[in-house]
């Protein structure tokens, strides 16, 4: 009986221990106040209201600048595209804004055509998620596609050891105030591509395929649409530039990229198309094959900021 009571003594203090940790930890995280976990911040905890919000993946993330938008139509824009996004996880994050604040007039949706074909089995780099559990739409999301989220969210033993030295370096940053350069490449949402992250094209990977819609992507941008039209925001969908080595592969493009405009012109949703841009031609813009280096993103945010104006000033 001792032996029973000093197991369950220890086993009380151990996880007395690692939910201090935790949550140490976290709040560190939410701390914060630039980079990544600040968007965070906006985007699950706090009430800020925003005009215009740019949605998707990292491409969206990372092509839309909302100091170069707000200065060409005068909106205010916020930007909560977030790496690794398909339209599943595009569909709960936009709940999840929508959960803490009221809609904003417009979203603007990047189109990954490119990832169409890609399933929502993996959540990408899931433990920047672990702060903001709270936000009950955000978790009821993250468990419907992982299970796990469950005991990440209750059982600190689990979610610890996924919280290495990277989220130790951001929660230490949150309690001294200070900022990585990833942090300093921030502005509203948009986390432009790192120098150090700027890869060589590789112009001979020319392998073509023929692309595809998953019902899976189809049924969630459906759902996207849904959720927008309800909350009386005025949906508009973008294919932002990617380097012309990436629609050069697809050996049915325009088949593909019908499928899209198909379901804009159902929903009567603008439709702005980048695919051929000169943009895509410049080598010098694009930091991978799909993602632009800022010089290219805010070229692109210009250009497409004046087409936006001149469609929204019709409306």
Request: charged share 25%; aromatic share 16%.
């Amino acid at each position: 009986m001792k032996i029973l009571k000093k197991i369950i003594f220890y086993f009380l203090i151990l996880s007395s221990l690692a939910y201090l940790v935790r949550y140490i930890l976290h709040e560190g995280i939410r701390k914060n106040k630039a980079g990544l976990f600040d968007k965070f911040n906006v985007v699950f905890h706090q009430k800020n209201n925003h005009q215009v919000i740019f949605v998707g993946s990292s491409r969206a993330e990372c092509h839309f600048n909302p100091a170069i938008f707000d200065s060409i139509t005068g909106l205010d824009s916020y930007n909560i595209g977030v790496s690794g996004s398909n339209n599943s996880f595009t569909y709960g994050l936009l709940k999840s804004y929508l959960s803490e604040r009221k809609a904003p007039k417009m979203a603007i949706m990047n189109i990954d055509y490119h990832f169409s074909n890609e399933s929502s089995d993996t959540i990408y780099e899931f433990p920047r998620f672990f702060p903001y559990l709270d936000n009950e739409i955000l978790f009821n999301e993250l468990a419907k596609r992982d299970k796990r989220f469950y005991a990440f969210k209750y059982i600190p033993f689990y979610s610890l050891p996924f919280l290495g030295e990277k989220y130790l370096n951001c929660a230490a940053r949150g309690y001294t105030n200070k900022q990585s350069s990833y942090d300093l490449n921030c502005y509203k949402g948009f986390q432009f591509i790192h120098p150090i992250e700027y890869k060589i094209i590789d112009k001979k990977d020319t392998v073509s395929y023929a692309a595809i819609l998953l019902k899976e992507n189809a049924d969630y941008l459906d759902s996207i649409i849904t959720i927008c039209k309800n909350s009386k925001i005025d949906l508009y969908f973008v294919i932002s530039p990617a380097h012309t080595i990436v629609s050069s592969r697809i050996k049915n493009l325009d088949e593909h990229l019908n499928k899209f405009k198909a379901i804009a012109t159902k929903s009567a949703i603008p439709f702005f198309d980048y695919t051929n841009d000169t943009i895509c031609k410049e080598d010098d813009l694009f930091a991978d094959l799909y993602h632009m280096k800022k010089s290219g993103a805010d070229l692109f945010t210009a250009k497409f900021s004046g087409d936006f104006k001149k469609l929204y000033q019709t409306k």
